[in-house]
């Protein structure tokens, strides 16, 4: 899905001058959104992919799980919108900002929810409900942006995409070289502040009251979910071809094409 809304794919999405770029995403998003509540024939091929997803990770699920899932996935979607606009502005966004839309846009609560389906269990909704773990789950996203856009710069520079690395180069006006140690460094603290936090998660279940079948979902949800999550995401930036200098040039080239189109 990333692919399709951003990068030489994304391009089709929206003319090079960018005017009209956030309508044109803003409609398929609207598109593929509404499967969540209908799951009938939709038109675009992404729309129906998604619908095929949806409808297979929901079965089974209880009908909060499916409410906060949905919430969960508009709000991915939503993400790209801002994206788009994002891009089509003159100016580029403060880093903060944008790491603040990436939140959005990584797809990690998603992924976190996915996570209960395939591990058959769900987290307890007081639990998910509480600081500590909303803290959690937002270091979790943020550890993957950061790792995310360390190996993903020199795609998205050659491609035009908005990076975080860039940004804190242009805000800080240092060599790349020191921005990539400085997003090092962001990923360094807030693993540390993960780790120091997840020490309050048994006080948690006992403050909550939550019998042994509870707090068994919520360790399964630290372990299996928010920690999987971030050495998942790690690995797969580390051996997938997409954030290779070859990927970054064929990218490069392909949205030339587009553009002369």
């Given at each position: 899905?990333p692919?399709?809304?951003?990068?030489?794919?994304?391009?089709?999405?929206?003319?090079v001058?960018g005017?009209?770029?956030?309508?044109?995403?803003r409609?398929?998003v609207?598109e593929?959104?509404?499967?969540l509540?209908?799951p009938?024939?939709?038109?675009?091929?992404?729309?129906?992919?998604?619908?095929?997803?949806w409808?297979?990770?929901?079965?089974?699920?209880?009908?909060?799980?499916?409410?906060r899932?949905?919430?969960d996935?508009r709000?991915y979607?939503?993400?790209?919108?801002?994206?788009?606009?994002?891009?089509?502005?003159?100016?580029?966004?403060?880093?903060a900002d944008?790491l603040?839309?990436?939140?959005?846009?990584i797809?990690?609560l998603?992924?976190?929810?996915?996570?209960?389906?395939?591990?058959?269990?769900e987290?307890?909704?007081r639990?998910?409900?509480?600081?500590?773990?909303?803290?959690?789950?937002?270091?979790?996203?943020?550890v993957v942006?950061?790792?995310?856009?360390?190996?993903?710069?020199?795609?998205?520079e050659?491609?035009?995409?908005?990076?975080?690395?860039?940004?804190?180069?242009?805000?800080?006006r240092c060599?790349?070289?020191?921005a990539?140690?400085?997003?090092r460094?962001?990923?360094?603290?807030?693993?540390?502040r993960?780790?120091e936090?997840?020490?309050?998660?048994?006080?948690?279940?006992e403050?909550?009251?939550?019998?042994e079948?509870e707090?068994?979902?919520l360790?399964?949800?630290?372990?299996?979910?928010l920690?999987?999550?971030?050495?998942g995401?790690?690995?797969?930036?580390?051996?997938?071809?997409?954030?290779?200098?070859?990927?970054?040039e064929?990218?490069?080239?392909?949205?030339?094409?587009v553009?002369e189109?």
């Amino acid at each position: 899905m990333p692919t399709h809304f951003c990068g030489p794919a994304g391009s089709r999405l929206r003319p090079v001058s960018g005017t009209g770029s956030s309508e044109t995403v803003r409609a398929l998003v609207r598109e593929v959104a509404s499967t969540l509540d209908d799951p009938g024939p939709a038109q675009h091929p992404l729309a129906r992919a998604f619908a095929d997803l949806w409808g297979r990770s929901a079965a089974g699920m209880s009908g909060a799980w499916r409410a906060r899932a949905a919430t969960d996935w508009r709000r991915y979607l939503d993400g790209y919108v801002g994206e788009a606009h994002a891009r089509s502005r003159v100016r580029p966004p403060a880093s903060a900002d944008h790491l603040a839309l990436r939140t959005r846009t990584i797809g990690a609560l998603p992924v976190l929810d996915l996570a209960e389906r395939v591990g058959h269990y769900e987290c307890p909704a007081r639990a998910l409900a509480s600081p500590l773990l909303g803290d959690l789950r937002q270091l979790a996203a943020e550890v993957v942006i950061l790792d995310n856009d360390i190996v993903s710069v020199e795609k998205e520079e050659a491609v035009g995409e908005i990076n975080l690395v860039l940004l804190l180069q242009g805000e800080r006006r240092c060599s790349r070289t020191a921005a990539m140690e400085l997003m090092r460094t962001m990923v360094k603290e807030r693993a540390e502040r993960f780790i120091e936090l997840e020490q309050g998660l048994p006080a948690l279940a006992e403050s909550l009251g939550l019998d042994e079948a509870e707090h068994t979902a919520l360790e399964r949800y630290d372990h299996d979910a928010l920690r999987t999550l971030m050495r998942g995401a790690h690995d797969w930036h580390q051996s997938v071809e997409r954030y290779g200098d070859e990927f970054a040039e064929m990218c490069a080239d392909a949205v030339e094409r587009v553009a002369e189109r």
